[in-house]
């Protein structure tokens, strides 16, 4: 799973991911600056996640997530800051296809994601929409 943290630290997490509906929880961690082990939460704001293979954190509440068949959704978190709870999610928004064969899938914010291809290329996408999620183009 990739997650990204920008700013203070905010963890999304799945746990038991064996098991089909168990939660997507947040954490803030308040000692980001200092080091110091102070977490807020956790925060139950889904579940079901772990249906997906990939997670990515996109900046500023938005997530992609990956599924198997390489369908890529992106879904926004308005609650990021404070933890919010199960209604503080849109989507999820379809917003690709076929991007299973990477190796690696992560992000910098802003809509930009960065894919590592099989055969070891470093390839850069932008999603033009990722504030709202619906401008499905990337370039």
């Given at each position: 799973?990739?997650?990204?943290?920008?700013?203070?630290?905010?963890?999304?997490?799945?746990?038991?991911?064996?098991?089909?509906?168990?939660?997507?929880?947040?954490?803030?961690?308040?000692?980001?600056?200092?080091?110091?082990?102070?977490?807020?939460?956790?925060?139950?704001?889904?579940?079901?996640?772990?249906?997906?293979?990939?997670?990515?954190?996109?900046g500023d509440g938005v997530l992609y997530t990956m599924r198997?068949?390489?369908?890529?959704?992106?879904?926004?978190?308005?609650?990021?800051?404070?933890?919010?709870?199960?209604?503080?999610?849109?989507?999820p928004v379809l917003v690709g296809s076929g991007w299973g064969?990477?190796?690696?899938?992560?992000?910098?914010?802003?809509?930009?994601?960065?894919?590592?291809?099989?055969?070891?290329?470093?390839?850069?996408?932008?999603?033009?929409?990722?504030?709202?999620?619906?401008?499905?183009?990337?370039?």
């Amino acid at each position: 799973m990739c997650i990204r943290f920008t700013g203070q630290l905010r963890a999304l997490t799945l746990e038991n991911v064996h098991l089909l509906r168990e939660p997507l929880l947040w954490y803030k961690h308040e000692g980001f600056i200092d080091g110091t082990f102070q977490w807020k939460g956790p925060v139950k704001v889904g579940i079901g996640w772990n249906e997906f293979a990939t997670i990515v954190a996109g900046g500023d509440g938005v997530l992609y997530t990956m599924r198997p068949n390489g369908t890529l959704f992106w879904y926004r978190h308005d609650g990021f800051k404070y933890g919010g709870g199960m209604d503080t999610f849109r989507g999820p928004v379809l917003v690709g296809s076929g991007w299973g064969g990477f190796k690696t899938l992560f992000s910098m914010g802003e809509g930009i994601l960065y894919a590592v291809s099989s055969n070891g290329n470093l390839l850069w996408y932008h999603h033009k929409g990722f504030n709202t999620g619906w401008l499905t183009n990337f370039r």
